[in-house]
């Protein structure tokens, strides 16, 4: 039996979703990220509080761990789950890897990079394009943001 593509979004950012809020309960905002590139699964979680280290975002986290793993900093057959719209920074590292496909959850109109705040990864001005999924389990990753900075009040 073949599984959608639809059902495989959901699968991986369930994933992403749990690892986001293992970083809720270790003081961190709840953004998890899991990195598909063939059979292998990586997965990270905001580590900007644990390690002190304001680039430790989910994002970066597994983007780094993929380029260990096969040796390469071009991740070009790889996709990304996240539960967040990228910030600046993680889609600058996104474009820059050469990813294939990104798929995120909630929006953020404060900080995102996928037309949320700004636009860095549809801009004709990098040098590369990806293939975008948005709102997969978006509610579900929106409410779990939110829980996390109304419990922070």
């Not at 270790?26 to 280290?53: F, H, M, S, T, Y």
Request: charged share 30%; glycine share 8%; aromatic share 4%.
């Amino acid at each position: 039996m073949r599984v959608s593509a639809l059902t495989l979004d959901e699968v991986y950012m369930r994933q992403a979703l749990a690892l986001a809020e293992r970083a809720a309960a270790e003081g961190d905002v709840p953004v998890g990220a899991v990195l598909v590139i063939g059979d292998l699964v990586l997965e990270a979680q905001n580590e900007k509080e644990r390690q002190r280290d304001a680039s430790a975002h989910a994002e970066m986290l597994v983007l780094r761990e993929a380029s260990h793993r096969i040796g390469s900093w071009r991740l070009s057959d790889a996709t990304l789950y996240v539960t967040k719209e990228p910030c600046v920074m993680c889609a600058g590292a996104i474009v820059a890897s050469r990813i294939d496909r990104l798929v995120y959850g909630a929006r953020d109109p404060k900080g995102g990079a996928d037309g949320g705040a700004f636009d860095i990864l549809r801009s004709p001005k990098t040098n590369h394009r990806l293939e975008i999924t948005t709102g997969v389990l978006e509610q579900e990753a929106a409410e779990q943001l939110q829980r996390f900075f109304r419990a922070r009040r």
